[in-house]
């Protein structure tokens, strides 16, 4: 069966800091692979999505950036936080019945 | 244009009582895919259910049933004797076939005891 996994499950983090968020998926290949952000109790933003290898879809202009550099491991980034970052972040792969499948979640708080 | 609208914000109920979450979607494709997921406060979405838009058969799962009705573009969730373990935020979500799958705002169902 397949699994999402994210790290770090919760991470506080000062503005103008580094950010890396990892998302791997077990038990299938070539997934599409997906980021989304949560603000609190708001909806879903979808942030980047990949249909491959070293391919990146961003649908949302910001200083965030992502990146598959293997075909299960998808990674979210930035080079220097700002308060409006600060958020639930998602990863999920879609499986060939459309069907997207979510991970644990990473809980982002940038002070 | 796609869009799905969750027009009820938030939803409280008393223990045991009955509860439907609408869910109303909007695209001119023929060939789309419906879902339901739950996202309880740990924060991760659990999926629930799909659909595809040529299944109009209602589903029952449990306490769970789900009404698809593509003449009023609607795809509503009920919750039969509602319980505690059932608060949480669903989010109604149509997929048509490509890379992107349309969320709504969600709707925060709180059930009290």
């Known amino acids: 069966s397949q699994t999402i996994h994210q790290w770090p499950a919760t991470l506080v983090q000062p503005v103008g800091s580094p950010l890396s968020l990892e998302c791997t998926v077990e038990g299938t290949s070539n997934p599409n692979l997906y980021w989304y952000r949560q603000a609190a109790g708001r909806g879903l933003q979808l942030l980047f999505y990949s249909v491959g290898i070293g391919q990146i879809s961003s649908e949302v202009p910001q200083n965030l950036s992502a990146s598959r550099p293997q075909d299960r491991q998808f990674i979210l980034s930035s080079k220097k936080l700002l308060l409006s970052d600060s958020g639930f972040y998602l990863c999920?792969?879609?499986?060939?019945?459309?069907?997207?499948?979510f991970g644990p979640g990473t809980r982002l708080t940038v002070l | 244009a796609q869009k799905v609208t969750q027009a009820q914000t938030e939803i409280s109920v008393v223990e045991k009582e009955d509860v439907t979450l609408d869910c109303v979607y909007e695209?001119?494709?023929?060939?789309?895919?419906l879902f339901w997921y739950k996202q309880p406060p740990s924060g991760e979405l659990v999926f629930l259910i799909r659909?595809?838009?040529?299944?109009?058969q209602n589903e029952i799962s449990g306490r769970y049933s789900w009404n698809f009705q593509k003449s009023t573009s609607s795809f509503n969730f009920t919750i039969t004797a509602s319980q505690v373990v059932d608060s949480a935020v669903y989010f109604c979500a149509l997929n048509t076939g490509g890379f992107k799958t349309i969320f709504g705002a969600g709707t925060r169902l709180f059930v009290k005891a």
């Open positions: 695209t001119r494709d023929t060939t789309y895919y």
């Open positions: 659909r595809n838009s040529f299944d109009e």
């Open positions: 999920a792969w879609i499986s060939g019945a459309d069907t997207q499948y």
